[in-house]
């Protein structure tokens, strides 16, 4: 079954850092486009940062909100995505997502979501 | 950057209406627009791709249509399962923006 379950959300101080896991099962992380999305309470979807596929050269992106202060990777060995978050403010406070983004012809779209864990920046 | 605006808000409707959600882009997206559901508590799924190819499993009561900058979700006769969040996307450019939502609640 393919399956995204995030961890590593929790409660921290303003301009304190966290680093978000998503560990994939039922298919291989880096042959994929992989992505982060948040929502905060009561909010809609906001993307956050991208990673693209080995094979298309591994690039990466981000949302101007986050640029500079969070990170994505991945470690392949452990089929797993990686957030860094660093310098959180409160506005960060958000239910992070993994999604896997996939092409149909020349379409793009989010086919797979993990059901997200909660960062809270609050002192 | 893109900027996806959603309209309306909120959406009260009874089973059986045929309900419609817009979605206009700040520039042109061609046909690059998708359409999600999200239900209370749950993550997102998508209904429709490419403006109007219907994933998978998704019922025929849903269909999209537009291009350029305007773009439309139909639901032609609600069930009480479609009562969500819907949340259209563009994939044109990064980064791949959502509007802010339409909540569709019973009437």
């Known amino acids: 079954e393919v399956q995204l379950v995030e961890s590593g959300g929790g409660l921290v101080q303003p301009g304190g850092s966290l680093r978000l896991s998503c560990a994939a099962s039922?298919?291989?992380?880096?042959?994929?486009?992989m992505s982060w999305v948040r929502q905060a309470p009561g909010k809609g979807l906001e993307w956050v940062s991208v990673?693209?596929?080995?094979?298309?050269?591994?690039?990466?992106y981000y949302a101007d909100s986050v640029k500079g202060r969070f990170s994505i990777s991945r470690d392949n060995s452990n089929n797993t995505l990686y957030l860094q978050m660093n310098s959180l403010r409160a506005e960060d406070t958000a239910v992070y997502s993994c999604?896997?983004?996939?092409?149909?012809?020349?379409?793009?779209?989010?086919?797979?979501w993990g059901r997200g864990t909660l960062v809270t920046v609050s002192s | 950057d893109i900027q996806m605006t959603q309209s309306p808000s909120s959406l009260s409707a009874s089973v059986g209406d045929r309900v419609t959600i817009t979605c206009r882009a700040s520039q042109t997206i061609s046909t690059y627009l998708n359409w999600y559901q999200q239900r209370p508590g749950k993550a997102p799924e998508v209904l429709i791709y490419g403006v109007s190819s219907l994933k998978g499993g998704v019922p025929s009561r849903f269909s999209g249509s537009g291009s350029g900058t305007h773009f439309t979700l139909t639901i032609s006769s609600l069930q009480p399962e479609d009562f969500a969040t819907y949340y259209c996307?563009?994939?044109?450019?990064?980064?791949?923006?959502f509007g802010q939502g339409t909540k569709l609640e019973i009437k």
């Open positions: 996307q563009q994939s044109y450019s990064t980064p791949d923006s």
């Open positions: 990673l693209y596929s080995d094979g298309a050269g591994g690039n990466t």
């Open positions: 039922g298919f291989t992380v880096s042959t994929y486009y």
């Open positions: 999604a896997r983004w996939v092409g149909a012809s020349v379409y793009w779209y989010f086919d797979v």
